[in-house]
């Protein structure tokens, strides 16, 4: 399909500078800033690289995908390790969950005290990604599913000077 655009003539060196920064592909550039502004508009921008290692010994790996953060869940176990979720809404619109053990923090270790020696299980962390929010909720525990569900426009705002 063809559009035509007609452009004034006070924009046409903005088309052409956008052009020539695009590489020569005028419908590139038209497309890409279509694109960002209907994010902007719907909600979906914000987006952010995020890379994530994965994998055990022998098989880590660096998976890299645009996302946007919504919420980790932390959890002590009887290990001397905490259970790190972390959630992540993908541009294409997906689910992303990466699941890691963490050690201790030291103000974790404060409250709880050290672990026992030979206790620290290092489990491979690993991301799986889900179509839909029933699916990831399947396989997340009920304390993260309730931060995932909550509208950030919902949370209460503290408003600080620092």
């Not at 994965?54 to 919420?71: K, L």
């Amino acid at each position: 399909m063809n559009k035509t655009i007609y452009v004034s003539e006070d924009d046409l060196p903005l088309f052409e500078e956008a052009q020539r920064l695009f590489g020569g592909n005028l419908s590139a550039v038209i497309a890409h800033a279509l694109r960002l502004f209907v994010e902007s508009r719907t909600g979906e921008g914000d987006f952010a690289d995020v890379t994530l290692v994965v994998g055990g010994p022998g098989n880590r790996r660096s998976e890299r995908f645009a996302g946007r953060h919504i919420a980790d869940w932390r959890h002590l176990d009887s290990h001397g390790t905490a259970l790190v979720f972390s959630v992540y809404r993908t541009r294409r619109r997906r689910w992303a969950l990466y699941r890691r053990r963490a050690p201790l923090t030291a103000a974790e270790q404060a409250l709880y005290g050290e672990p026992a020696p030979g206790t620290w299980i290092q489990d491979a962390p690993r991301l799986d990604v889900f179509d839909h929010l029933d699916d990831l909720k399947q396989v997340i525990p009920q304390e993260l599913q309730v931060l995932v569900d909550t509208d950030p426009q919902e949370l209460p705002l503290i408003e600080r000077d620092i």
